[in-house]
């Protein structure tokens, strides 16, 4: 009986042996490409295609490629917010920039206004005060015989009526009255019949414009002696 020649139990032990390792070898070549192509699949299901780092992750480790993954997601997040940050700043810089230019604008024209009232103010009373001038040189050009007196008398009148409609009154305290050293400066003190210590005499009349003195009346001051 003729052996066949192609029996596998035949031939030489290493031929079969190295056949086998190839074998092996396949199959273990196989399960890693099956491995690699699993873990680029599970990185492209996470979103994690395109970033070298996720993907040579997922070449070792599933789990930190997905890790990785997220990292990198919530670093483009921080990104974007950041983004979106410094552009609300720069809006809110803008806008802080142009209310402080706003505001200086509006300074000038405050400014501005108050003094064209004030102008305007000082002129209305200058044109009234000039009139109270004209009087008085009127009364001057009168002969030195005539009486100006009356018209001295009513020049002050006109002057008085002027200064009251800007709120200006006399400061002008009556012997007897008590001193008053926010309006009144003491100039000396005298004999008088007035109680001590009270208004002797007005010296000089004082002015004051509503609740400020403008000048303080000067005065002299009873010492009591003359009673």
């Known amino acids: 009986m003729t052996e066949d020649a192609s029996d596998p139990t035949d031939g030489d032990p290493a031929d079969a042996e190295r056949e086998q390792s190839?074998?092996?070898?396949?199959?273990?070549?196989a399960e890693a490409t099956d491995s690699e192509a699993e873990a680029a699949s599970n990185a492209s299901a996470n979103g994690q295609t395109g970033d070298p780092l996720v993907a040579r992750a997922a070449e070792y480790d599933e789990e930190l490629a997905e890790d990785v993954a997220a990292l990198r997601g919530r670093a483009d997040e921080l990104e974007a917010e950041l983004a979106e940050a410094d552009e609300e700043n720069e809006e809110l810089e803008n806008r802080l920039k142009r209310t402080q230019a706003d505001f200086q604008n509006y300074k000038k024209r405050a400014k501005k206004r108050q003094d064209q009232i004030r102008a305007t103010a000082t002129e209305d009373f200058v044109e009234r005060v000039v009139t109270v001038r004209d009087n008085l040189v009127r009364a001057l050009d009168q002969d030195e015989e005539a009486d100006i007196r009356p018209g001295i008398e009513s020049t002050l009148e006109e002057f008085d009526r002027i200064l009251a409609s800007e709120d200006v009154g006399t400061i002008d305290p009556d012997p007897g009255e008590a001193v008053d050293p926010t309006r009144h400066e003491v100039m000396?003190?005298?004999?008088?019949?007035?109680?001590?210590?009270?208004?002797?005499?007005v010296y000089q009349a004082g002015y004051e414009m509503g609740e400020k003195v403008i000048r303080a009346a000067q005065v002299t001051v009873s010492?009591?002696?003359?009673?």
């Open 22 to 29: 190839a074998t092996d070898a396949s199959a273990t070549g």
């Open 188 to 201: 000396m003190r005298v004999d008088s019949d007035q109680p001590e210590g009270t208004v002797a005499d």
């Open 223 to 227: 010492t009591g002696d003359g009673q």
